[in-house]
C-alpha cells in the first residue's frame, strides 16, 4: 500500500503508517515547517524506515512560494493563512499532490491535517481523486480555521463528493460509522474540529 501524511509534524503518524504497510509499502510525509521537518527525518532514521519519502513542502493547489506562519507554542498549528494573533513566518515551498505523487500508480490513504488549508490540498488532488480505485482520506475539519480563507460546508465537502467520497466517523474500535455532511460539520463546529474518513458513498 501507498500512504501519505500530509501535515506530517514530527512524524508520529508518518511511523504508524510505515509500520502498517510495511517495507513492501511507500509513506510519503509532507512538512513544510523546517524544525518539525528536522524532527520528522530524524524519527524516521532513528526507525529504520527506508519506505517514507520526506518532502519539505507545502501541499496545495499549485506549485510555488508562500508564507508559513509560526505558532510559537505549538507545532501542529503552523498556518497558511494568517492569524487572528501576530506571528513570525517563514517561507515555504508549495506542490500539488497530484504533481509530487506522479509516478505512483495509486494511492491507498491520504491523512490531512493542515490547519485551515484543506481547501487548497484538495485542490490540488483533483487528478489523483478522479482516479480508480479512489483513496481513502482521513481529514480534519476545522470550520472556524475554514471560515478564515473564506470556504464553507460546500467548498470543503465538493471535492470530496465528486469523487464519490462520504463522510464516516471512526469509532474507538476503527469501525467507520457514514454520517451526513451536515452532520459532520455540525459536529466540528461543536467541538471546535474533528476528524473523518472519507469512503466511497454507499449506492
Known amino acids: 500500500m501507498v500512504a501519505v501524511d500530509v501535515g506530517a509534524n514530527i512524524?508520529?503518524?508518518?511511523l504508524v503508517m510505515a509500520r502498517c504497510v510495511g517495507s513492501a509499502g511507500r509513506v510519503h510525509a509532507v512538512e513544510p515547517e523546517p524544525r518539525n521537518f528536522r524532527l520528522l527525518a530524524r524519527a524516521v532514521e532513528e526507525a529504520g524506515y527506508r519506505q517514507v519519502r520526506l518532502?519539505?513542502?507545502?501541499?496545495?493547489?499549485?506549485?510555488?512560494?508562500v508564507p508559513l506562519y509560526l505558532a510559537g507554542g505549538n507545532r501542529g498549528d503552523h498556518r497558511l493563512s494568517p492569524a487572528a494573533e501576530p506571528r513570525s513566518h517563514v517561507t515555504v515551498m508549495t506542490v500539488s499532490l497530484d504533481d509530487l505523487l506522479r509516478e505512483e500508480a495509486r494511492i491507498d490513504l491520504i491523512k490531512i491535517d493542515v490547519q485551515g488549508a484543506e481547501v487548497?490540498?484538495?485542490?490540488?488532488?483533483?487528478?489523483?481523486?478522479?482516479?480508480?480505485?479512489?483513496?481513502?482520506?482521513?481529514?480534519?475539519?476545522?470550520?472556524?480555521?475554514?471560515?478564515?480563507?473564506?470556504a464553507d460546508g460546500d467548498v470543503f465537502f465538493a471535492p470530496l463528493r465528486r469523487a464519490g467520497l462520504a463522510p464516516h466517523r471512526l469509532e474507538r474500535d476503527g469501525t467507520p460509522l457514514p454520517i451526513s455532511e451536515g452532520e459532520a460539520w455540525r459536529q466540528a463546529e461543536?467541538?471546535?474540529?474533528?476528524?473523518?474518513?472519507f469512503r466511497p458513498a454507499r449506492p
Not at 139 to 150: F, H
Open 55 to 65: 518532502h519539505q513542502v507545502a501541499a496545495a493547489r499549485a506549485a510555488g512560494r
Open 120 to 150: 487548497e490540498v484538495l485542490a490540488g488532488l483533483a487528478r489523483i481523486l478522479s482516479g480508480s480505485p479512489t483513496p481513502q482520506l482521513l481529514c480534519e475539519l476545522t470550520p472556524d480555521l475554514l471560515a478564515r480563507v473564506g
Open 190 to 197: 461543536a467541538a471546535g474540529y474533528a476528524t473523518f474518513c
Open 11 to 14: 512524524g508520529f503518524h508518518a
